[in-house]
């Protein structure tokens, strides 16, 4: 089953505006991650954000965590044309046997206009 | 220093036949994952292998598919008498032997079905 789920599905800006993504979970988490994926391309990781942290900044990036809603958010300021590409949150579920999966959201589509 | 290698990049196998995916993780790395993922979808988990273990392969259909991880050597998804359905983009990540890491993804393999 889904365990995080992105909002909105799709976002069309332009260059220089400032893009918030928005992703929910539904269970317990150790940590929430978020990944970029350019068009036929793999995912290539951005930002980990663990459960007893409330925001995370890299570079363009600032990523919240709020654990009492089970959501986080990720803003892409100063957007660029190269910044288009889905954006999608994971969490690694606490559950027992030591996996790491991760479960991952269907995702914000975003394109960032010249 | 390379990242996640996987190959073929692309795959064409007729229904019936036997599909071959191979994964080699980053140096240093000794987890490896498997996920696949459909058209305009997020990815789905299929199995998480350390060297010469499977620790979780409960987003592995039942039959059919198999993945293995030995000693020396890639990481191998298999998948035997493939049908239309199973069409799809597989993607390997791997991470360092520490606990919550980020996953680095490989490029995926596009598996077609005719």
């Known amino acids: 089953s889904q365990q995080g789920e992105e909002d909105p599905q799709a976002l069309s800006i332009q260059e220089g505006e400032n893009a918030t993504m928005n992703c929910s979970y539904k269970?317990?988490?150790?940590?929430l991650q978020w990944y970029r994926q350019n068009s036929g391309r793999g995912l290539v990781h951005l930002i980990l954000?663990?459960?007893?942290?409330r925001e995370k900044h890299s570079g363009r990036l600032r990523v919240t965590l709020d654990t009492s809603k089970k959501s986080s958010s990720l803003l892409i300021t100063a957007s660029r044309a190269a910044d288009t590409a889905s954006y999608f949150c994971?969490?690694?579920?606490?559950?027992?046997?030591?996996?790491?999966?991760?479960?991952f959201g269907k995702g914000t589509k975003l394109t960032v206009n010249p | 220093n390379a990242g996640v290698m996987q190959n073929p990049r692309h795959l064409v196998r007729r229904r019936g036949q036997e599909a071959r995916l191979r994964c080699s993780p980053m140096k240093g790395h000794s987890h490896v994952y498997w996920y696949r993922q459909l058209p305009e979808e997020g990815l789905k988990f299929m199995v998480y292998?350390?060297?010469?273990?499977?620790?979780?392969e409960s987003g592995m259909p039942k039959e059919r598919f198999s993945a293995e991880f030995p000693k020396e050597g890639p990481s191998i998804l298999r998948i035997q008498q493939v049908v239309r359905g199973d069409s799809a983009a597989y993607f390997c990540?791997?991470?360092?032997?520490?606990?919550?890491?980020?996953?680095?993804f490989g490029d995926g393999t596009r598996l077609s079905i005719l």
């Open positions: 990540a791997s991470s360092p032997d520490r606990v919550f890491q980020p996953q680095h």
């Open positions: 292998l350390q060297k010469e273990n499977i620790i979780d």
């Open positions: 269970t317990s988490i150790n940590n």
């Open positions: 994971a969490t690694p579920p606490l559950t027992q046997g030591g996996s790491e999966k991760l479960v």
């Open positions: 954000i663990r459960s007893n942290e």
